[in-house]
């Protein structure tokens, strides 16, 4: 019986059995796991403050302060909460690329995305912590499906097995925070899957910089989107499973150079080549010298 099943036939919360997995498979108290889940959740809120107030400039230069510049920018293209989540989504994933402290959620390359929209959620809605824990026992519960159906890396999936699967995660999560039905849970899920399917992985330098960071904050307002959509009741037609399965065909079908290499797309162009040679040299010369030995 599926998750989405299982919950509806006894009436259990959905995240009760993500926490029984827990327990069971990994033989953790139920008060360990949760203390935990409180730890994450607190280094993702660091996070996001952390790259909101202090300098996030990486070591090759392609990250510069960009969420603070949109946290400031006197132009508003977005309503004030849409512009503070992209804001915060941003500033997550730069500590991550400037080598701060983050969560995998699922992956460091898609760091950015549960902190920016869990914070805003909570925020906006003026949710308890505990409402948001266990929005996070419900966005692993789906990571674990589509890591065992499909896959959460980058380097097998492409950036749709990343940043898509954090999305995912994150529209679940919203919707069940919002007090959507079961149905509408997986239904934001299959929805964000949908928008996401076939992005690939092309890091500029082999760095998870460029597009990384940009596509942290574009997957956090695809989440926004599809929660929205599925807890208005719309159908996503093709069901949760039948996405998760179609997120793996596009990840084995995707071309290598796609997937993590740094080898086609962006990383491909003029300008990504002429990064990677001065990343290259940047790292020889920080190498010790070791010729007189």
């Not at 097998?156 to 069940?176: K, L, N, P």
Request: proline residues 4%.
């Amino acid at each position: 019986m599926s998750w989405e099943k299982h919950c509806q036939a006894t009436q259990e919360p959905l995240y009760q059995p993500v926490l029984q997995y827990e327990i069971e498979q990994k033989g953790r108290t139920e008060a360990y796991i949760w203390e935990n889940i409180a730890h994450a959740y607190n280094i993702m809120r660091e996070a996001v403050e952390t790259g909101l107030t202090q300098d996030m400039t990486s070591r090759s230069g392609m990250v510069n302060n960009g969420a603070k510049k949109v946290a400031a920018s006197p132009v508003v293209a977005l309503s004030p909460d849409f512009k503070l989540l992209i804001a915060r989504t941003l500033g997550a994933k730069e500590v991550n690329s400037c080598m701060g402290r983050v969560v995998a959620a699922p992956t460091a390359g898609a760091s950015g995305i549960l902190p920016g929209i869990l914070t805003t959620l909570q925020d906006i809605h003026q949710l308890s912590d505990r409402q948001i824990h266990e929005a996070l026992l419900i966005a692993a519960g789906i990571a674990l499906i589509i890591e065992q159906n499909a896959s959460l890396a980058g380097a097998v999936g492409g950036c749709q097995a990343e940043t898509g699967s954090a999305a995912a995660m994150g529209a679940g999560a919203i919707v069940y925070s919002l007090g959507g039905s079961i149905p509408q849970v997986f239904n934001a899920v299959a929805i964000t899957i949908q928008c996401m399917l076939g992005l690939i992985c092309d890091p500029v330098a082999g760095l998870v910089e460029v597009p990384c960071i940009v596509r942290n904050a574009s997957a956090a307002a695809i989440a926004f989107s599809s929660a929205q959509i599925a807890i208005a009741g719309v159908d996503p037609v093709i069901p949760v499973d039948q996405c998760v399965m179609a997120l793996g065909e596009v990840g084995q079908s995707m071309e290598t150079r796609y997937k993590e290499t740094a080898l086609g797309g962006l990383a491909n162009t003029p300008t990504g080549r002429a990064i990677e040679k001065l990343v290259l040299i940047q790292d020889i010369q920080i190498l010790p010298d070791n010729s007189g030995q």
